[in-house]
């Protein structure tokens, strides 16, 4: 009997949008960021049931919704949990986090660290437009100093977190930044995080309109983003500005803006590598705080740190496999019987 291989159908961006009606503000960054990850899941060659998205609470958090894949809108903050769970339990699944800055710095955020220190393979997308839009514009742990807010009305006293210095410190072993008003940029880190094999924290600047309209405005908008960012490639010098005229050097352990010419070349920059653990960090903090009337650096947008170290879910498996090689299967009534024996007279 002759057999007849079925080709698996292509997919498009189409097939990963549902019928539901997309419910977020005219003009939201959150419609950018599905359109891109609909673009580049048909290149992943995952099947969509075996994609599955997990979100908290927020605007971000109607993601599973929008998306032709498995999914659950869990609760606030623990999404990370969730998730985390779902990888012990079914590894073989391409499991993507949606959050937000107030959903996964704030009452998520102990969740976030450890999800990032056990190395899941994962990949958690947050995306900080520095306030609570769902709650209808209060402060974040993003929000700058002095912000004011329906509850900072006189100006935020908080220092903000930075989402990337945060998942450094968790030991996370992807770091990257991008942006809603950069399509083909944001595709690219969404492709690099999915191929990385370990925890994958991606923060996507996105513009609320409605309460923090602007907020990176600086980085996005024509006249101004070639000077204020700086983006990564492997390999390659830091060179930035409008006529690729600029760029950053080290002085000794200080990084410096210079000006190509006059004596001064692409030869002396800062050559990027993401493996450079200590440089990430430099990279990480480097950026404009006028407020402390610090010297002007552009804003980074890329990968900044990749390594490689054991996934949770494989030492989880292999510690299992190893035990009942030595012991044996366990028995869950023996168990749940315990040791201890109690006699009512």
């Known amino acids: ?152 009305p006189f100006g935020s006293i908080d220092h903000p977190f930075n989402p990337l210095a945060l998942a450094m410190g968790a030991d996370a072993t992807f770091i990257a930044r991008s942006m809603d008003r950069d399509p083909k940029h944001l595709q690219s880190v969404l492709i690099r995080a999915q191929q990385h094999k370990g925890a994958s924290f991606v923060e996507i600047y996105q513009n609320c309109n409605i309460f923090n309209d602007g907020a990176f405005e600086i980085f996005t908008e024509k006249g101004t983003k070639q000077d204020t960012g700086l983006y990564l490639e492997q390999g390659q010098p830091l060179v930035f500005g409008a006529n690729k005229n600029k760029g950053i050097k080290l002085d000794g352990l200080k990084p410096v803006v210079v000006e190509l010419g006059n004596g001064v070349s692409a030869d002396d920059l800062w050559v990027h590598d993401e493996k450079d653990f200590f440089k990430a960090q430099m990279l990480i903090r480097m950026f404009d705080d006028p407020n402390k009337g610090g010297e002007f650096y552009p804003r980074p947008f890329g990968i900044f740190y990749q390594t490689e170290r054991a996934c949770y879910e494989d030492v989880m498996a292999m510690q299992i496999e190893e035990i009942i090689s030595t012991k044996g299967k366990g028995d869950l009534d023996k168990l749940l019987r315990g040791k201890e024996v109690w006699e009512i007279a």
């Open 1 to 152: 009997m002759s057999t007849q291989t079925v080709a698996a159908p292509v997919l498009t961006a189409k097939d990963f949008a549902t019928d539901q009606e997309v419910r977020w503000c005219p003009g939201c960054g959150d419609y950018s960021i599905l359109a891109q990850v609909q673009k580049v899941m048909p290149s992943l060659g995952i099947p969509k049931e075996n994609i599955v998205i997990v979100s908290g609470i927020g605007c971000s958090s109607r993601f599973p919704y929008y998306m032709n894949t498995y999914g659950m809108h869990s609760i606030h903050g623990r999404a990370t949990a969730i998730a985390s769970g779902l990888k012990a339990a079914r590894p073989e699944l391409s499991v993507w986090i949606v959050s937000g800055d107030g959903d996964s710095m704030s009452i998520g955020g102990n969740h976030t660290i450890h999800l990032l220190r056990r190395n899941f393979d994962v990949n958690l997308l947050v995306f900080n437009n520095q306030i609570y839009g769902l709650t209808k514009g209060q402060y974040s742990p993003t929000s700058e100093e002095h912000k004011i807010t329906k509850s900072t």
